[in-house]
């Protein structure tokens, strides 16, 4: 299910980056990474490497963001 969320949720993020979304859009994508890296294990799956692969651009953020507010 992780990988599954995580894609839906990389795709918000290329949608907002492209311009594409609205900010109540954009709010979601954030509240979905929040959600999910607050469930236990999540940083332990996003860091193993044999995880599903997400876009790059998407993966810097979200390394970006787990620094700034997940530890």
Do not use: C
Not at 23 to 52: C, D, V
């Amino acid at each position: 299910w992780a990988n599954e969320y995580m894609l839906s949720t990389s795709f918000l993020l290329v949608f907002r980056d492209e311009g594409n979304l609205n900010p109540e859009l954009t709010n979601t994508a954030e509240r979905r990474i929040s959600w999910f890296f607050g469930r236990p294990g999540a940083i332990q799956w996003w860091r193993h490497e044999l995880r599903h692969p997400i876009p790059r651009m998407v993966e810097a953020q979200i390394d970006q963001w787990i620094t700034r507010n997940a530890g």
